[in-house]
């Protein structure tokens, strides 16, 4: 083994063989070497140029896209405002057609209330008029049948005996079935 010593010796030497065998290798391939890095560099600069167009295309695309969605969302929204408005509109005119139409149901119900109290009205009307006439019906009917009922029992007290009369004549045949009545002169 070496000593430190002598490892700072062979220093020296080794970076020499170093530089050496670096400009070995330039002689060697040197030339296919910077035509590797020039090619390096061309492949590279089109690359660039390649994402630097790519890049620009996208960005013009993502713009493109943007401002259709941009137009699409404008759209939309008009539809949806436009939409609303239609809405509000037919909610409005349905509820003027609601309120149009309670009020002529109110107007008819008053009508047939009137019509029904006026029907009522005259209805009690006819009712009382006709109770009244049949009262005086059965008034009068009553007055004619005890007017007839009077002179039919005074008929009976002149045409027939008279009760006290029969009784008096029924008494005094008992007393002559009896012998028990004397006649005067007798």
Request: cysteine-free.
């Amino acid at each position: 083994m070496a000593s430190p010593a002598d490892a700072k010796l062979n220093l020296p030497t080794t970076e020499k063989e170093g530089a050496n065998v670096d400009k070995i290798r330039d002689i060697l391939f040197g030339s296919q070497m910077r035509d590797y890095e020039k090619r390096f560099a061309r492949l590279e600069e089109t690359l660039s140029k390649a994402v630097d167009t790519l890049r620009e295309d996208m960005t013009k695309r993502l713009d493109t896209l943007s401002g259709y969605v941009q137009q699409e969302v404008e759209s939309l929204s008009h539809r949806i405002k436009a939409e609303k408005t239609e809405r509000g509109d037919h909610l409005k005119e349905l509820s003027r057609e609601f309120k149009d139409a309670e009020k002529l149901l109110e107007r008819k119900i008053t009508q047939v209330d009137e019509q029904l109290a006026d029907t009522q009205s005259e209805l009690r009307g006819k009712l009382l008029e006709q109770s009244k006439n049949f009262s005086n019906d059965i008034e009068k009917t009553r007055r004619d049948i005890s007017a007839a009922l009077d002179r039919e029992v005074q008929a009976l007290r002149h045409d027939k005996t008279d009760r006290a009369a029969l009784a008096d004549l029924l008494a005094e045949f008992s007393l002559r079935l009896k012998n028990d009545f004397a006649l005067p002169g007798e």
